[in-house]
Nanobody
Framework: QVQLVESGGGLVQAGGSLRLSCTASGSIFRADGMGWYRQAPGKQRELVAVVTSGGTTTYADSVKGRFTISRDIAKNTVYLQMNSLKAEDTAVYYC?????????????WGQGTQVTVSS
């Protein structure tokens, strides 16, 4: 019903930048938010950044000032611009979309894209 296609992951040196993108297709009406989570080895999946349908953004404390989430509504795409990357940013990054489906919202997930930051 909803498909999320990610791109932009890769290997980068500490201090460098990457931009992740995620394009949604399918039954995306009633979507009320999109964003990014990440999961590092041995750790739980954690919220990185989200943007609601109203444009409100939220960031994890660990990425504030370095990462920026943005949307291109016409392209059904969300981006994550990652600057000043650190080794601890190394993780699999997952795009998600939240869509209202009675009786409760449902989350859809991308396949994940690996981001590796070398020191």
């Amino acid at each position: 019903q909803v498909q999320l296609v990610e791109s932009g992951g890769g290997l980068v040196q500490a201090g460098g930048s990457l931009r992740l993108s995620c394009t949604a297709s399918g039954s995306i009406f009633r979507a009320d938010g999109m964003g990014w989570y990440r999961q590092a080895p041995g750790k739980q999946r954690e919220l990185v950044a989200v943007v609601t349908s109203g444009g409100t953004t939220t960031y994890a404390d660990s990425v504030k000032g370095r990462f920026t989430i943005s949307r291109d509504i016409a392209k059904n795409t969300v981006y994550l611009q990652m600057n000043s990357l650190k080794a601890e940013d190394t993780a699999v990054y997952y795009c998600y979309l939240r869509r209202y489906e009675s009786p409760a919202p449902r989350n859809y997930w991308g396949q994940g894209t690996q981001v590796t930051v070398s020191s």
